[in-house]
């Protein structure tokens, strides 16, 4: 049972335009959501999180949008960069503790 | 400061061997969690230790296993290889498990079971 889902497997983005990067989730419980990024042959890097207490929660290029209603929430890259092709993985866990459950992943590619 | 380090990086076993995995955190970093990467499945939550001490586990079978040591370097243990354990086994540490944002990833260990 998939409790954190990205339906998008890939997105494909002008460099300067929006990015939008989706994930649902099933477990009332989780109250902390992080996005993460991974470039081939290197682990994952912190990119962004937000707490169940917040709707939103904005670090430079990127914000991340939470919709508890919905079980919802989004990573927006405003202007999307070249450098930001990767695959990013949203992720969820309880309170206090480290146990992260990831989605499937979702590829973006940016091009000039 | 060194970040999470993974050994080996690649691995070839051949189906009913066993592997052992090894992951230094970063200094001063108690708690290590370790994860299996899958194309279908992506990253799934193996277990954590914290002080030498399972602390949290995934739902894997009994034929992966973990210990962490004094210096809280872990290492990950499969046994009885199977075909679909071909995985990048990432693990991460974070200084006392605290916010999951404190989480730093390793390179990862990419095994392949043949």
């Known amino acids: 049972d998939q409790q954190v889902k990205q339906n998008s497997p890939s997105l494909s983005v002008q460099e300067g335009r929006i990015s939008i990067l989706n994930c649902d989730y099933t477990n009332s419980m989780f109250d902390y959501f992080l996005w993460y990024k991974k470039y081939p042959a290197e682990g994952p890097t912190f990119l962004i999180s937000i707490s169940s207490i917040k709707d939103k929660n904005e670090d430079g290029r990127f914000t991340v949008f939470l919709n508890k209603s919905a079980k919802h929430l989004s990573l927006h890259i405003v202007p999307s960069q070249p450098g930001d092709s990767a695959v990013y993985f949203c992720a969820a866990s309880e309170l206090d503790t480290d146990k992260l459950i990831f989605g499937t992943g979702t590829r973006l590619q940016v091009f000039p | 400061k060194a970040g999470v380090t993974q050994t080996p990086r690649y691995l070839i076993k051949t189906r009913g061997q066993q592997v052992t995995l090894s992951c230094s955190p970063i200094?001063?970093?108690?708690?290590v969690s370790w994860y299996q990467q899958t194309p279908g499945q992506g990253l799934q939550f193996l277990f954590e230790?914290?002080?030498?001490?399972?602390?949290n586990k995934g739902n894997f079978p009994g034929r992966f296993s973990g210990r962490q040591f004094s210096n809280s370097r872990s290492e990950m243990n499969v046994s009885t290889l199977e075909l679909g354990d071909s995985a990048l086994y990432l693990c991460?540490?974070?200084?006392?498990?605290?916010?999951?944002?404190?989480?730093?990833f390793g390179p990862g260990t990419r095994l392949t079971v043949l």
């Open positions: 200094s001063g970093h108690r708690s």
């Open positions: 230790y914290f002080s030498e001490t399972q602390r």
């Open positions: 991460a540490s974070s200084p006392a498990g605290g916010p999951a944002d404190t989480q730093y």
